[in-house]
């Protein structure tokens, strides 16, 4: 099927209010994006606070369109997770990440976000330690991240599978911490190696009482569990010294820079990244 340019913008603003139609198209060219290499990833420093270094990359998907130009994931990763191309796009996050990560430095992880979907469809154990033994990197380097919503479903399964995972010598980080519910819950039924506290809450500082609160007993909550704490979206220095004044062990955001392209990663690790 063919459309013009126009019903794909609209298409992508209204997301999954578009007809059948528009998501079969996207489908295709989605299978065509993977076949045809493209999709890449970009990289975001994640930081160590304390020893003020960049400690790894999380690997976020781009879809580099030769018509459209670079697509960013919220416009297209609906889609493929409505039309299941999630999970062999996931796979190729997985090996694309691993592969790249495996010539970086050997202090500086890659952390891979897994949808939900890749869960539910056997073979993600495999699918992970597959992208290890091609790539050679390190188990203890990768990092899976993944939301609440995939202890929600079908959880038995998926809890089997994240022990699985971590048998591997992979790290589990719980992504977007505090968006969803019964979040400390899911903290005892699964000893998850990180928590991201959600950008909305870091963006909510200074001024947000309730916001800091939170942030203040969930870092807290990370100490006395013996889990690293991570904070999304940071963009100023103010909201740095307060996440480093509430003991907060990681942070990721603008403020330290945005993602970039594979081949900008070397670059990012020679910056000074005391601030
Ligand atoms: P996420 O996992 O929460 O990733 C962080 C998002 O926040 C990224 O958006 C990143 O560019 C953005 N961000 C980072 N620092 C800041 C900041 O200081 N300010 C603001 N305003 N934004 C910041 P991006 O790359 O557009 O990704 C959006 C979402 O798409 C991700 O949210 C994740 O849920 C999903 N995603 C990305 N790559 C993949 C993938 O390979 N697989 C799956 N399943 N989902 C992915
Ligand atoms: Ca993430
Ligand atoms: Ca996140
Ligand atoms: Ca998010």
Redo the contacts with the bound molecule.
Sequence with gaps: AKFDGRGMQRFYEAGMDQPLQARQALKMELRRALAQGELEL?Y?PLLDLRAARVAGF????RWRHPKRGLI???EF?PVAEETGL?VPI?EW?LHEACREAAGWPDGVGVA????PLQFRKPGLVDAVGAALAASGLDASRLEL?ITESVLLHHSEGNLSQLHELRGLGVRIAM??FGTGYSSLGYLRSFPFDKIKID?SFTSDLPDGIQSLAIIQAVTALGRNLGIVTLA????TRQQLAILEAQGCDMA????FG??VSAQHVGRVLLLDHRL
Excluded: K
């Excluded at 999380?58 to 998907?61: D, G, N, Q, T």
């Excluded at 999304?232 to 963009?235: A, I, K, L, T």
């Design positions: 970009a975001q999380e690997a976020l998907l960013p994931p919220a990763i999630i996931g996050v891979v976000n897994l949808s991240e992504d977007d950008r999304e979206g940071v963009e990721q955001g603008y403020l945005r993602p």
